[in-house]
């Protein structure tokens, strides 16, 4: 059964880097067709989708959010972390991973909350 976790830090103060981390089982970050995205929730602004990175390496980011963003991978550990510099307090939200395939995601984690402190 393919399960995502995401993994991150709860707390991050102002103007510092937000990184949080999804560990993916049951399937590999790797296989053919699927991309892997971080998407994130604040009662602010609803469902955000952040960026994505897909079987081969390769990264989307939204427009929004590309200048801050960076999504990389760790084959060897399976898993995948963003990385969102400068963070404000409007980046505080649950971030959730998810798999996608074509135009839909099979696959979320549970959510961590991240809060920034200003």
């Known amino acids: 059964q393919v399960r995502l976790r995401e993994s991150g830090p709860g707390l991050v103060r102002l103007s510092q880097t937000l990184s949080v981390t999804c560990i993916v089982s049951?399937?590999?970050?790797?296989?053919?067709?699927?991309?892997w995205t971080w998407i994130r929730q604040s009662p602010e602004k609803g469902l955000e989708k952040m960026g994505d990175?897909?079987?081969?390496?390769?990264?989307n980011y939204s427009p929004t959010l590309k200048s801050r963003t960076s999504i990389a991978r760790d084959t060897s550990k399976n898993q995948f972390t963003l990385h969102l510099s400068s963070a404000t307090p409007a980046d505080t939200a649950v971030y959730f991973c998810?798999?996608?395939?074509?135009?839909?995601?099979?696959?979320w984690g549970q959510g961590t909350q991240v809060t920034v402190s200003s």
């Open positions: 998810a798999r996608g395939q074509g135009y839909y995601y099979d696959y």
């Open positions: 990175i897909n079987y081969s390496g390769g990264t």
């Open positions: 049951g399937a590999s970050i790797t296989t053919n067709s699927y991309y």
